[in-house]
């Protein structure tokens, strides 16, 4: 199946001279959840808003759908809906009429079903007489969402999603994103959240300064470049550790219980053995153990640290 | 063609008049039943006719023209300019409109604001003064014209205004001086012949000439040039326009 998004040698340079983005090359595929991972000005934003229309690029082509999203944009965005990090809403118009006012944007004709399925997925239904301006900010968020769910999107871009979310609507909103999945939508989201992508997307894109750094399934770049740490919990206290491990990454915990050995689970050897048997030699029991990976936030602070 | 696109934008807009009808509506009524009541009831009555018509009748076309300029530009520069400074331009810019869409919503509903004001202001003014509509049709041509080529002017403002006071400088540095010294209370006639041949380089001078031509038959320059420069003047609008979208300027980086 070709990708449902493809982006090819993108780049954006502002007027400012500012290079947002560099040489961006990038394939979404059909019903996954991506997220793109990156610090604040990293370039994820930007990346979004070519895809959507809002930014012109300065050089490259993206594919929606198979459509130029430049010189076929109709067709393009029809199929696209975006939900933008800042809460921009109209003051004065009722949830109601907004989120029915997107849909014709959209060139959809009038669906009342469909807008009123919409708002009771994302418990707006009872405030859809509401003025916009007497809402909530997570009621506002809810209501971009509705507003770009109105025209019934295959692709769905959430930018920074849940930045200044409380947890219930951040649950919600994993839910909810979820549910949009199994009904085939591709979902593009980023985060500087790492737990969020961790918990949420199927493939992962790392970004910053401009340049994808790396796109890997979750599973995989966690296993790939995760590190594992083995943890054996003494029987006796140690007070320092004994000159026979010197040689070995060894960490003690401050009550001399605890002795942590990091190792890398790529590799072919990752020396549990002959630390164990060396433990043995040196007379050190432990009464239990356990491996622990990193998490992607650990993976990630590493990969960005090392591009600085 | 995103016919529902047109249809949202515009209906959007018109709500937006509803629910500031007193700005929208009452406002300019009354502003020119004020007009009416200083210069065409108290001081028109110690003016001498005009090319044979009152001089309270005579400045009813004007009034209406100066409505309908001032009212079509704001009516579209805020429009375009709101959402810019919400952001919630961003909805427009990711939809799947064209320009023509987006100026079709924006200008239609700004243009049609404007009309049904300058009719209200026809009727308001006819419980201050009696006067008749020579060419209906001609009046109804030069009333559409002149506030869809303003409201595409106001329109290209919103979009080059950054701040609220450039959103304010244009209409009220230029416009409305324009309009004042365009021959909404006077016969550019009346003018001395320098100033009457300066004055042949406001292009507003043209739409009042013609405009009110269509009420009395009689006008400062002719009928075709009145229409003439109406449309010389619409087509820069469109074009500057036209630009603005293909550049993306003041709208895409």
Redesign the interface.
């Known amino acids: 199946m070709p990708p449902i998004i493809s982006v090819k040698q993108l780049s954006k340079t502002y007027a400012s001279g500012f290079h947002a983005l560099k040489h961006i090359d990038l394939d979404i595929h059909q019903g996954e959840i991506f997220a793109l991972l990156g610090p604040n000005g990293a370039g994820k934003t930007t990346l979004i808003s070519i895809i959507c229309g809002i930014v012109n690029p300065s050089e490259g082509t993206v594919l929606a759908d198979g459509h130029d999203v430049v010189r076929d944009y109709r067709s393009a965005r029809s199929k696209i809906g975006l939900v933008p990090q800042e809460l921009t809403t109209d003051a004065f118009e009722t949830v109601w009429n907004t989120v029915s006012f997107s849909r014709g944007l959209f060139g959809k004709s009038a669906n009342p079903a469909h807008v009123e399925k919409v708002l009771k997925e994302l418990s707006l239904w009872n405030k859809k007489d509401s003025r916009l301006m007497t809402l909530s900010g997570g009621m506002k968020r809810r209501v971009m969402i509705a507003k770009a769910l109105s025209h019934e999107p295959q692709i769905l871009f959430l930018d920074e999603p849940t930045a200044g979310v409380d947890v219930e609507l951040r649950r919600d909103m994993w839910a909810m994103v979820r549910a949009l999945r199994d009904t085939g939508v591709t979902i593009i989201l980023t985060t500087h959240y790492i737990d969020e992508a961790e918990e949420m997307a199927d493939r992962i894109g790392v970004i910053n300064k401009g340049e994808l750094i790396l796109v890997e399934n979750k599973a995989e770049l966690m296993n790939k470049l995760g590190r594992k740490q083995l943890a054996l919990q003494l029987q006796n206290p140690l007070q320092g550790i004994p000159a026979a491990l010197s040689d070995y990454p060894l960490e003690l915990s401050a009550d001399g219980q605890q002795l942590v050995y990091t190792f890398d689970a790529q590799s072919e050897h990752t020396g549990i053995d002959a630390l164990l048997r060396r433990l043995g030699e040196a007379g050190i029991d432990f009464k239990d153990l356990k491996t622990s990976q990193s998490s992607l936030e650990d993976i990630f602070v590493d990969l960005v640290r090392e591009r600085a | 063609m995103?016919i529902?696109?047109i249809?949202?934008?515009y209906?959007?807009e018109m709500?937006?008049t509803w629910?500031t009808l007193l700005q929208s509506i009452v406002s300019p009524v009354i502003s020119t039943s004020l007009y009416f009541v200083v210069f065409g009831a108290a001081i028109g009555a110690h003016m001498t006719a005009i090319d044979g018509v009152s001089y309270g009748a005579y400045i009813v076309p004007g009034l209406v023209m100066l409505s309908l300029l001032t009212q079509s530009i704001s009516n579209a520069s805020f429009g375009i300019y709101f959402p810019k400074f919400?952001?919630?331009i961003?909805?427009?810019?990711?939809?799947?409109?064209?320009a023509f869409e987006i100026v079709a919503g924006y200008v239609g509903a700004a243009a049609s604001k404007s009309i049904i004001l300058g009719l209200i202001i026809l009727i308001t003014a006819r419980l201050f003064v009696t006067f008749e509509i020579a060419h209906p049709l001609w009046m109804l041509t030069f009333l559409v014209l002149t506030a869809l080529t303003f409201s595409l002017f106001g329109f290209i403002i919103g979009i080059w205004a950054d701040n609220f006071e450039k959103l304010q400088l244009v209409p009220l540095l230029i416009v409305t001086p324009l309009t004042f010294l365009g021959g909404s209370f006077y016969s550019i006639h009346m003018l001395p012949p320098f100033w009457q041949k300066v004055t042949l380089f406001n292009p507003v001078v043209y739409l009042i000439s013609g405009f009110r031509w269509s009420f009395y038959g009689v006008s400062d320059v002719s009928l075709s040039i009145s229409v003439g420069m109406t449309l010389v003047f619409l087509s820069a609008c469109l074009t500057l326009v036209w630009w603005i979208f293909r550049s993306?300027y003041r709208l895409?980086?």
């Open positions: 995103n529902y696109a249809r949202a934008i209906l959007f709500a937006r629910r919400v952001g919630t961003y909805e427009i810019l990711s939809a799947p409109v064209s993306g895409k980086t």
